[in-house]
């Protein structure tokens, strides 16, 4: 939530860093796979004799995992509790705010008033919570030998390197980017699969179809990120799926750094702006029938992709999401092995969900589905 020379260094180190670990890259790759293989076991044990499976919160810790790979350089346990209870922190903490900050926002003094009524409390209490995981693991990261390949250690040496002026280089903000990218990268990608899944579960032709063509571009073996691009009906689906579950409506809130002026509206110094993606995601003019799940609106008759630039789930301009090749693999990576491995089934005498749970983000309402294995 910064902008100016801070942000600026900030998303260049980042930036910078992530590549270094393996961001867009071989080992994302890697590290993707294994989350994948771990969960692709995990359903086929829990899914044993036809049982539902609870997809709400099912890629939490896998998401989570792959994220911390590449900042602490460390991986849990799929059933490992201190991710667990984190995740679950995580969802709490989406739920309780919007993107408008709610009302400690437009009366911030009210957190004197009303500490536990108004939420500020139980805010405070759920960041503590996180800050003193994260401060756990840097001080592990200052103490150990085997951690000098990741984002931590790379940041505390940053630190040591701008002794001098820690204006932008701080443990205060280690702690904060970390948070950040936590927050940031684990709900947005599980709401998305859950959403994915939610989708193709409404969508049975749908289902098949991309099943189908998995089977004829990849058969039965290990699906690789370079298959992307062969696959061009399940990217179709997936770009529909970014559309129409508008995980982050609101994007982040942005603030004007001059008094300027949209159409015929004056907008003064340092006003907070919202810009509504999930208008533009909605907009009849543009989409035809927009409430339509209909994945061949981003196919040509000849079936390749169509590129709209009215797609903008990751937000446009410079302060558009840090994450997006992150994002997209783990949704591409996630989805597709589930259609190769498992039919995907409604359970008998089940309402699917039609209203999302609303928040900072967007996230489906809890809903289970049958994992039939296909092999
Ligand atoms: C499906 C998953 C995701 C979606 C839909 C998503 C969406 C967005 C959107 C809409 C923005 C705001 C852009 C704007 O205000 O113009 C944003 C910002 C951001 N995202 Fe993501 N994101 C996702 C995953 C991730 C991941 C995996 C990470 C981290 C690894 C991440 C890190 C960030 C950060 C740090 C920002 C702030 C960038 C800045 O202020 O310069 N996001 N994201």
Redesign the pocket.
């Known amino acids: 939530f910064v902008d100016g020379p801070t ?1 600026n260094d900030q ?1 260049k180190f ?1 930036m910078q860093h ?1 590549r270094k670990m393996g961001f867009g890259g071989d080992l994302m790759e890697k590290i993707i796979i294994e989350e994948v293989h771990d969960l692709m076991v995990d359903i086929t044990i829990k899914s044993e004799n036809g049982k539902p499976i609870k997809v709400h919160g099912l890629f939490d810790i896998s998401i989570l995992n792959g ?1 911390w790979a590449m900042l602490a350089g460390q991986r849990f346990a799929l059933n490992d509790s201190r991710l667990a209870r984190l995740m679950e922190l995580v969802h709490v903490s989406f739920r309780m705010l919007d993107m408008s900050g709610g009302i400690l926002n437009q009366m911030p003094f009210i957190r004197f008033l009303a500490p536990n009524s108004s939420g500020y409390e139980h805010i405070k209490q759920i960041l503590n919570e996180f800050y003193t995981f994260l401060k756990e693991s840097v001080e592990e990261h200052k103490c150990g030998e085997n951690y000098q390949e990741d984002f931590i250690s790379a940041f505390l040496m940053e630190i040591e390197k701008n002794k001098e002026s820690p204006e932008s280089f701080s443990e205060e903000q280690l702690l904060v980017i970390l948070l ?2 936590f927050l ?3 709900e ?2 599980s ?2 699969l859950s959403f994915a899944v939610l989708l193709l579960l409404k969508h049975q032709d749908i289902q098949d179809k991309v099943h189908a063509e998995l089977n004829a571009v990849v058969g039965d073996r290990e699906i690789q990120l370079a298959d992307k691009k062969k696959l061009n009906y399940l990217e179709a689906v997936l770009m529909e799926v ?1 559309r129409h579950s508008n ?2 409506p609101l ?2 809130a ?1 603030r004007t750094i001059r008094k300027t002026s949209l159409q015929e509206y004056i907008i003064p110094k340092d006003t907070l702006v919202l ?1 509504s ?1 999930w208008s533009v995601h909605m907009d009849e003019h543009h989409w035809g029938d927009p409430e339509v799940f209909r994945p061949e609106r981003f196919l040509d008759s000849t079936g390749n992709i169509i590129k709209d630039s009215w797609l903008m ?12 090749i ?3 693999a ?2 591409f990576m996630f989805i597709a092995n589930l259609i190769q491995n498992f039919e995907i089934r409604i359970p008998n005498g089940v309402q699917l969900p039609d209203r999302p749970q609303d928040g900072v ?1 967007i996230s489906p309402s809890p809903f289970s589905a049958i994992f039939i294995p296909r092999r």
């Open positions: 942000w998303k980042c992530l994220l950040d990218l940031a990268g684990s947005t990608t709401s998305m970014q995980v982050a994007a982040i942005h810009a993606i789930p990751f937000g446009i301009g410079r302060r558009r999401c840090l994450g997006e992150l994002a997209k783990n949704v983000t």
